[in-house]
């Protein structure tokens, strides 16, 4: 499973219109499962996403977690972070994972991030979103948990 996480002073999903999550100073997370992700993975995944430090300590560091700071999540599927995109003009959209499985792990995922974190907001699988963010810092990382 990839997570793209952005730390953000702000961060929305509309969908026709309607807003539909919204979070304050945490972190936007774009999901994406590829083919053989499981639960096991999306757990892993989530785990290494509530400890990673990214937030800044008394001393300016990135020594605090989403978890440490108390701030939002703010969940949104995103299949096309698998792309494959080797060669050509045109990206390959193979390494994702099934819609099926996509909206199960997803689902999953918030599942288990509501019962671990305290404000947790998502977009839509499968929608026409519209995410808009302020990315504080800018502050952007890449975490991905591949099948074992």
């Given at each position: ?138 502050v952007t990382f890449w975490l991905q948990v591949a099948p074992k």
């Open positions: 499973m990839i997570a793209l996480l952005q730390r953000v002073s702000h961060a929305s999903v509309l969908v026709d219109g309607a807003n539909i999550g919204a979070i304050d100073a945490g972190l936007m997370v774009l999901l994406c499962a590829e083919r053989g992700d499981t639960e096991k993975e999306a757990d892993a995944l989530l785990a290494k996403l509530l400890g990673y430090r990214v937030f800044g300590d008394a001393d300016g560091k990135m020594n605090r977690s989403v978890s440490d700071v108390a701030g939002g999540l703010l969940l949104v599927p995103q299949f096309t972070l698998a792309a494959d995109t080797k060669s050509g003009t045109r990206p390959s959209f193979t390494p994702a994972a099934s819609p099926q499985d996509g909206l199960r792990l997803f689902e999953h995922f918030v599942g288990r991030a509501r019962a671990r974190h305290a404000t947790v907001e998502t977009g839509r699988f499968g929608a026409d979103m519209k995410v808009s963010l302020t990315n504080d810092g800018p």
